[in-house]
């Protein structure tokens, strides 16, 4: 079970908070981690119950909610994320930790992710066969959430109350998105529907909802019989007079967007659809080199299912990597572009890798039945000061180059990132005054024929 120290850095940071007194005055940075954790789990009850964060009647009360679909909530959790920000900023990183100032750094990426995100709220689904509420409800019942007492029993069939409800916000995001002709493609609407249509086909006491519920109060010795016995029957009330009614709903719901949609899949299709894609390719997957700051990396992975365990932590901790955290402008050890030393200046990378993995539901199975793995896209930024022509005539030109950089920490290990087919898109800015005339480029990568790849990432450790 994570304690609310450790769920504070596992949620929003690397490593563990310093064991301080929070002392007060001053306020130190671990209690701001503390504290704005305590905030933002409190908005979302999904997760107080899947990490068991707080104790108590406070955590009591937190199982037996859902954390609402609706605008009006994504809003509380951006002005939160907002407010952390600014707070974070008013701490000195030169006088934290290096676990501190790591934590920072990462908690920082992870709430500017949150408040970037606003812009394309539009362009997710909120039902779709594989992470729509149809599918996630599921999921978090069956799979995300912990039983193993009566009172967590009791708490399963008051949260499954609120599933229907969650489910008609779900259904007015829908309508909401269809009226701005945000509508998602058909092969999603016709696999989303059949999805439907199947969960509610078996009786209600053969549902997911019930039978997962049945078997976790099981292997739960604490719950005497006849109590199973009585909170069973009463989620298959619940599947039968609300869920199926809301589910069928939905699925009406999306067969009447059917005429009105196409097989086009990408957003580019959408009014501001190759801005979200751009801004999705940089969550999931990103290298981010910039002057004077620390180089960052983020990867996201995409799980077949999920198994409920539980974490434990005996004896001591295992202490962090005394390896130094890289800085853009101390250990970028060379910049190569088509194969020659490059003497533009840059003031940053960014790389973004995407395997485009796909989840393969299947009617009958809660988890994926597998993951396929699409087509690379791999693609980036570079920002030049515009002080010579070398970059911008291969943009003219149109011509294939190439873009290596090596990493190199105080200790002697050496990343080095290859590069090996590109094409640059940009045009220089036009400055005002006391700015800068600065380059920014785009670039798309492409399999090199020759070696056929496009990437190569080699990691030499003393």
């Known amino acids: 079970m994570l304690t609310r120290r450790t769920a504070c850095l596992a949620l929003v940071a690397a490593g563990a908070a310093s064991k301080s007194t929070f002392a007060q005055p001053p306020r130190t940075i671990d209690d701001f981690f503390r504290e704005f954790t305590d905030e933002w789990i409190r908005i ?8 068991r964060y707080f104790t108590g009647a406070e955590q009591d009360v937190l199982e037996r909610q859902l954390t609402p679909l609706t605008i009006a909530s994504a809003r509380q959790r951006l002005q939160l994320a907002r407010k952390g920000l600014a707070e974070l900023r008013k701490f000195d990183r030169a006088g934290m930790t290096d676990t501190q100032r790591i934590s920072a750094e990462v908690m920082a990426w992870q709430l500017e992710m949150v408040a970037a995100e606003e ?45 229907s409800t969650r489910m008609e916000e779900a259904i007015a995001e829908s309508r909401r998105l269809a009226a701005k002709n945000v509508i998602p493609p058909r092969f999603i609407l016709e696999a989303t529907i059949k999805q439907i249509q199947s969960f509610v086909d078996p009786s209600p006491g053969q549902n997911p909802f019930v039978t997962a519920f ?3 109060m099981a292997a739960a010795p604490a719950i005497p019989a006849a109590q199973r016995e009585q909170l069973r029957a009463e989620a298959e009330r619940v599947v039968g007079t609300q869920i199926y009614p809301a589910w069928k709903k939905a699925a009406a719901t999306l067969q009447a967007q ?33 002057a004077e700051q620390i180089v960052t990396g983020t990867v996201s992975f995409m799980g077949k299912s999920g198994n409920l365990a539980t974490a434990t932590v005996s004896g001591s901790l295992t202490n962090p990597s005394a390896n130094d955290s890289m800085t853009a402008s101390l250990n970028v050890g060379s910049i190569v572009e088509g194969g020659t030393a490059l003497s533009t200046a840059i003031k940053s990378i960014t790389m973004n890798l995407n395997n485009n993995p796909r989840a393969l539901s299947a009617v009958g199975n809660v988890s994926a039945i597998g993951v396929n793995l699409g087509s690379i896209a791999l693609t980036g930024k570079v920002e030049a000061y515009f002080e010579d022509q070398v970059l911008l005539t291969k943009v003219y030109n149109h011509s294939t180059s190439s873009l290596l950089f090596q990493l190199n920490d105080p200790q002697g290990n050496t990343f080095v990132f290859t590069l ?25 990568c492409e399999r090199q024929p020759t070696d056929s790849y496009m990437i190569q990432i080699d990691a030499l450790a003393t």
């Not at 599918?135 to 029993?153: G, H, M, Q």
């Not at 959408?270 to 999931?284: C, T």
């Not at 090996?420 to 798309?444: E, F, H, K, V």
């Open 258 to 290: 059917l005429p009105r949609s196409t097989n086009d899949a990408g957003l580019w299709r959408l009014k501001g659809g190759p801005e979200a894609y751009a801004f999705f390719l940089k969550r999931y997957t990103t290298t981010s080199l910039t």
């Open 44 to 51: 979302n009850p999904n997760l107080a119950t899947s990490l």
């Open 119 to 163: 812009p394309y709220w539009d362009y997710s689904f909120p039902l779709e066969q594989m992470n729509g509420w149809n599918v996630a409800s599921v999921e978090r019942f069956t799979v995300a959430r912990p039983l193993a007492k009566p009172r967590d029993a009791e708490n399963y069939v008051a949260a499954l109350a609120q599933v």
């Open 214 to 216: 049945a078997d976790k």
């Open 420 to 444: 090996a087919q590109l094409r640059w898109s940009g045009n220089p800015t036009n400055p005002g005054i006391d700015q800068d005339s600065m380059l920014p480029l785009d670039y798309a």
